[in-house]
């Protein structure tokens, strides 16, 4: 499924869109940058941390919430937008920092996790007791500010008042990824327990931790937005939204877990294998688990969640998976995800750009390889 070619007349949309979106990020860090430094300009390293981490990433969710925006009516180069997409973008860099705080994540994109970088700076300046817990404390912090930032820049969408049911969607979605962080962390210290059992956690673990924010929550919120729908208000287009962008999170998350095992750190900026040692219980390892004989399943089980694990080890780990079919059957589940989404998206009543906008943004979701 390769990427699909897109009209000049949709990158220059893009392009506008996401050049506003930096500059009103821009903005609103400098915004915040002087009230820290009111209150004391050694606060200022919990802005830097986190206008670090928001440089990067693939802007998924602010432009599925620009695009069912745009799918629903919304004219191009609304600011409203802009300021949604920065509440989805911030809200995306808090879940990180906590994600990479719970999983014990040395690194995000290359640099240093945002709770690493807080016990180096602890290292580096000679500060006193634990580097360790004052990393985590300080990311913390960090990661609770950015979700209040988040917050803010929801609150200043101009067309709100007018969308309630755009409120009822983000503070859904916060609910819902919270519950599905919990369930994650869950499958983490669980002992050795039935692979079905272990299945169906790590699927509500994909829906709720990733489908739903990455993907369907965006999307139909911009579209909430340009319809001025009001709460529990019906919408033919938005459960048309929905069918299409549920099954398009399901499968980028799965291909984020494929990437989590055998990525390449020079595109993903994680280790090889980094899921393996953080002990991710996912699809791919409850279907490793489901068909394997016991003693190979008995060492995916001691293999999972430990940090120590040597390069050797992550080889086997990957052979395992592959020779029991898992990977291939996850290929399959994201393929058939895939398909579902562009069937649905195709019986979509939309405007060619919005269509073309919403079908390069899926084959980029499915086919990544970071």
């Given at each position: ?12 949309e893009?392009?506008?869109?996401l ?25 200022l390293p ?11 990433g ?41 994600d ?14 945002v ?23 300080s ?17 200043a ?19 819902e ?31 709720y931790k ?35 962008a ?36 996912t ?14 399943a ?8 430990n ?22 059957e996850?290929e399959?589940i ?14 979509l009543p ?15 979701a ?5």
């Open positions: 499924m390769p990427n699909q070619p897109t009209s000049p007349e949709l990158r220059t893009t392009a506008a869109y050049a506003a979106l930096e500059e009103r990020m821009q903005v609103f860090f400098q915004e915040q940058r002087q009230i820290l430094e009111q209150i004391s300009e050694e606060t919990l802005l830097e941390a986190i206008e670090a981490l928001s440089a990067g693939k802007r998924l969710r602010a432009l599925l919430a620009y695009w069912g925006w745009r799918g629903a009516g919304g004219q191009a180069g609304d600011l409203g937008l802009v300021d949604a997409g920065l509440a989805l973008e911030l809200f995306q860099t808090a879940a990180l920092i906590h990479d705080m719970i999983d014990a994540s040395d690194t995000r994109r290359g640099a240093p996790s709770h690493r970088r807080f016990e180096a700076m602890h290292q580096l300046k000679g500060y006193k007791t634990n580097p360790a817990h004052f990393g985590s404390s990311a913390l912090l960090a990661g609770d500010l950015c979700l209040s930032w988040s917050e803010m820049a929801f609150a969408i101009p067309q709100l008042q007018q969308a309630s049911q755009a409120r009822a969607i983000f503070d859904l979605m916060r609910t990824v919270m519950a599905g962080q919990y369930l994650d962390v869950l499958g983490e210290v669980i002992p050795q327990e039935e692979a079905d059992l272990a299945l169906t956690r790590a699927q509500k673990v994909i829906r990733s489908a739903k924010y990455s993907c369907e929550h965006p999307l139909v919120l911009g579209g909430a937005l340009a319809l001025g729908l009001k709460a529990q208000e019906a919408s033919d287009l938005l459960a048309g939204y929905r069918a299409f549920l099954p398009l999170g399901e499968g980028f998350q799965l291909r984020d877990d494929v990437l989590g095992v055998f990525g390449q750190p020079e595109k993903t900026g994680k280790p090889a294998g980094d899921d393996l040692r953080e002990g991710k219980r699809v791919l390892t409850a279907l490793t688990s489901q068909s394997v004989g016991k003693e190979e008995l060492f995916l089980e001691q293999s999972l969640g940090p120590d694990l040597s390069g050797q080890e992550i080889l086997a780990l990957q052979e395992l998976i592959r020779s029991s079919g898992a990977l291939d996850v399959a994201i393929q058939a995800k895939g398909d579902q989404a562009l069937e649905q998206l195709a019986a939309l405007d060619p750009l919005p269509r073309e906008a919403l079908t390069a943004l899926a084959y980029q499915l086919n990544r390889s970071a």
